[in-house]
Structures are given as structure tokens and as C-alpha cells.
T-cell receptor, first 121, second 114 residues
């Protein structure tokens, strides 16, 4: 079946502009995660959704970053007033985790999309 | 959080077995050991996970030391397609009821020679 898809695959923008990155999770997956991967920082967690709510936003680097999820499916990560340090590959993942306790959470598999490469000039 | 230590890089030859080590000396009794890998220009993908016993699946085997302070991911017969960065990740079920983020370290970059 279809995996996680992300769009655009590449985005080049000018410093100060706003950008929106989109993630389409695997159909039926209730949990959705955003990560980013930059040369200096490796892979880091940004935010996670369970359904349409975001219980963990601890990784968002500043208030310029926000994300939403509608209909328990598509998610959009928005970066306002982009800065050069925002340049990175933004990765989305989804899982079928729906609850059931901590042991279920830590054995749930996350499926990643191909990422969006963001370059801020 | 308990941390993992992996070699920065390893090299092996095609069709030979590969043993990728991971040290986690501060692992708690409830931590699960997960491995993900990231092929070039792709997002990470799940490989295998375990708690105490050794585990096998179609991709790899996971050997866990008796004291759980280290583990080894085994690729039985490496192919060129196995060239990737391999991440060893601990996941602790004590952190709440919700789904859990993955905490990635630097991983091991595996090179496969033809």
C-alpha cells in the first residue's frame, strides 16, 4: 500500500518568507510525527500528533514553528519568517499507535516519508 | 534518558555477515532496544527491536547481551543495498501513556564494498 508522502520534495525560499510543508500519513495511522535532520544536529524530534491533538510539542525550536493536523490525516508544518538555520530535511512519520499503554507505545513502528529538503537563502 | 554508543563507521564486503555493535551501559530494566536504518536520501526505516531475548526477522537478527548493557545487530549476508546509517535507540515505556518520539544518536555509517 501507499507509504507516507511529503510535499514538496524540495523547497528553496528566501530568508524571512513563510513556508508550509505537508505530510500525508499512511491511511488509518492515528499517530503522526515531525522530525528534522540538519548537518549539525542529526535527526531531532519536533512534534507529535495523536489524532488531531498534539500532546508533545517539546521539540519545536521556536514560536516561528507551528503544526496542525486536520481530519486525523494530513498534517502541515508551518515555519514563519524563515531563517538560514531552518535549512534542513523535514521528515514526517506515522504509526498505527492508538493507545493501549506504555508497552504498546514503545514497540510501535514508525514509518517515515522521504522528507522535504528546505533551503533558506 | 539512557544513552547509546555506536561506532561512527564500519565497512564490510558484499555477501559477508556484518555485526553492528551498540553499547547502552545505563539501560533500565524497562527499556526496549530498537534499530532503525536510513538509506541514502531516504527517511529512516524500522529494522528490528527487542527487550531481553534475541530476535530474528527477515531483515536482521538482534543479539542482546545477558546483562543488556550491549546489543549487536547482525546482517547475515550484506548486500550493497544495506549501505546505510544504522541507529540503535532505547525506548522507555515509563514515559507516559502516549506515543513516543524516537531519539536518534549519530548512528553507524555502514559501507558495503562490492
Amino acid at each position: 500500500g501507499a507509504g507516507v508522502s511529503q510535499s514538496p520534495s524540495n523547497k528553496v525560499t528566501e530568508k524571512g518568507k513563510d513556508v508550509e510543508l505537508r505530510c500525508d500519513p499512511i491511511s488509518g495511522h492515528t499517530a503522526l510525527y515531525w522530525y528534522r535532520q540538519s548537518l549539525g544536529q542529526g535527526l531531532e524530534f519536533l512534534i507529535y500528533f495523536q489524532g488531531n491533538s498534539a500532546p508533545d510539542k517539546s521539540g519545536l525550536p521556536s514560536d516561528r514553528f507551528s503544526a496542525e493536523r486536520t481530519g486525523g490525516s494530513v498534517s502541515t508544518l508551518t515555519i514563519q519568517r524563515t531563517q538560514q538555520e531552518d535549512s534542513a530535511v523535514y521528515l514526517c512519520a506515522s504509526s498505527s499507535f492508538f493507545g493501549g499503554g506504555p508497552s504498546r507505545a514503545v514497540t510501535d513502528t514508525q514509518y517515515f516519508g522521504p522528507g522535504t529538503r528546505l533551503t533558506v537563502l | 534518558d539512557a544513552k547509546t554508543t555506536q561506532p561512527n563507521s564500519m565497512e564490510s564486503n558484499e555477501e559477508e555477515p556484518v555485526h553492528l555493535p551498540c553499547n547502552h551501559s545505563t539501560i533500565s530494566g524497562t527499556d526496549y532496544i530498537h534499530w532503525y536504518r536510513q538509506l541514502p536520501s531516504q527517511g529512516p526505516e524500522y529494522v528490528i527491536h527487542g527487550l531481553t531475548s534475541n530476535v530474528n526477522n527477515r531483515m536482521a537478527s538482534l543479539a542482546i547481551a545477558e546483562d543488556r548493557k550491549s546489543s549487536t545487530l547482525i546482517l547475515h549476508r550484506a548486500t550493497l543495498r544495506d549501505a546505510a546509517v544504522y541507529y540503535c535507540i532505547l525506548r522507555d515505556p515509563r514515559f507516559g501513556q502516549g506515543a513516543q518520539k524516537l531519539v536518534f544518536g549519530q548512528g553507524t555509517r555502514l559501507t558495503i564494498n562490492p
